[in-house]
């Protein structure tokens, strides 16, 4: 069975479709799906060319498509997206122009091109060394480069360690017939969900949707994630990497899953902590003591881990993690003002505003919705705002520094 949903709007002048593939997370996916997704867009039997696949777009009035790798909660999801003209300014293109794309999108994902049950071998070298070499430049995004070395770091054996567009040394091993094989398995073992927005997209009936997507499936059994565990001893790592700019980076620990009624306080006390511009680390550790040229936080809700990140002279390092730490504590002892918590409210909640404004962050919204279970934008706003600072403070006494991970732009520091 295929979940459908409509986001029904006249505000844009496109109409939106996504189909997603949603599987629960294993070592490897991540890998394996981006190879996928290169491959899928790159023909069908019907088109069995790039070059096809784009007069195939053109012929649906310059519709643009795309693919994207993401996970949500405990689940590895590989989207494939359509942007298509709304049929009010473009009436020559007839009614049935979002059925014929969303009929595109089914072929790209039911019927790519295979040549003796395998993808074309230079489309999939091609795409296989297009891959390995975006990993390897990640090297010069100092940046993403630290958080995914953090990433490893703390989510160790796991499958969360790995990047959501994998790991080199997975990739440099992949043969055609293993993205065949996974192929397979994530028709089989996905749940399929499609998204639409834009103006009379309820044209696109659940009748139809059946009719397109149907494909014999036995979707696996999704687990929410596990909130990560705490270590007895904290793990510390340094890394030379040579360039302009060193990193720090802190993670944290809370012990709060994404069901504990403290998750949405955990949010709160990051917002106050690092997540935004008026946030503590921003003010202290940048503003106030200079000690880094950038500087915040991150929370994943699914597993309550906290990412604290500086980028900054290396000579600045350890004054930077002592305050980074030091704003940690106030923040556990309640060491925070009435104006603080109302503002990461209200910050917070403009966030869920700005996300369910335009097309694509609705289509975003509601699929973390489904996979994770939460309520409508509304009901998490009254959520955040009906937080108490107690709450905050009970979810913050649960945060303790987990693993820390210094990338230095040279070997003397």
């Excluded at 074309?120 to 100092?142: G, H, T, V």
């Excluded at 059994?221 to 790592?237: F, G, M, V, Y």
Aim: with cysteine.
């Amino acid at each position: 069975m295929t979940n459908l949903f409509w986001l029904p709007s006249d505000q844009y002048v496109t109409q939106h479709v996504r189909i997603w593939l949603a599987q629960p997370i294993a070592k490897g996916i991540f890998s394996k799906a981006s190879m996928l997704a290169s491959l899928l867009r790159r023909g069908t039997d019907r088109y069995p060319s790039q070059r096809q696949i784009v007069e195939a777009l053109e012929s649906l009035w310059g519709a643009e498509m795309h693919t994207q790798i993401s996970r949500v909660g405990g689940s590895q999801v590989t989207a494939i997206s359509l942007q298509l003209p709304d049929g009010r300014y473009l009436p020559q293109a007839g009614s049935e122009l979002l059925t014929e794309g969303i009929a595109l999108l089914t072929e790209l994902i039911t019927e790519p091109h295979l040549i003796n049950g395998l993808f074309p071998q230079d489309s999939f070298d091609q795409e296989k060394e297009r891959l390995q070499a975006a990993i390897e430049n990640r090297k010069n995004q100092r940046a993403v480069f630290a958080q995914q070395r953090l990433q490893e770091l703390v989510y160790a054996d796991s499958a969360l360690a790995s990047p959501r567009s994998g790991r080199l040394e997975e990739i440099s091993v992949l043969q055609n017939k293993d993205i065949v094989d996974f192929y397979h398995q994530t028709l089989k073992n996905s749940e399929v969900i499609v998204g639409l927005c834009g103006n009379h997209v309820e044209d696109f009936t659940s009748e139809k949707a059946t009719e397109l997507l149907s494909w014999p499936r036995q979707p696996l059994l999704r687990q929410p994630l596990p909130a990560w565990s705490h270590r007895e001893t904290i793990s510390e790592t340094k890394e030379v990497l040579p360039g302009e700019q060193s990193q720090l980076l802190l993670a944290f620990s809370s012990e709060i899953a994404y069901e504990d009624p403290l998750n949405l306080p955990l949010s709160v006390f990051n917002g106050i902590y690092g997540a935004f511009a008026h946030s503590r680390l921003f003010r202290t550790v940048r503003e106030e003591q200079g000690l880094a040229y950038a500087t915040g936080s991150r929370l994943d809700r699914a597993t309550g881990v906290i990412t604290a990140y500086a980028g900054l002279e290396a000579s600045s390092a350890a004054l930077a993690k002592e305050k980074m730490l030091e704003e940690l504590y106030r923040l556990q002892q309640g060491d925070f003002s009435e104006e603080e918590l109302h503002m990461t409210q209200q910050t917070l909640c403009e966030q869920l505003r700005g996300m369910n404004q335009e097309a694509e962050g609705r289509l975003d919204f509601r699929i973390n919705q489904i996979l994770m279970k939460h309520g409508d934008a509304d009901e998490l706003m009254s959520q955040i705002q009906a937080i108490s600072r107690e709450q905050v403070v009970e979810a913050a006494h649960r945060v303790r520094l987990h693993t820390t991970y210094f990338l230095a732009d040279r070997e003397d520091q």
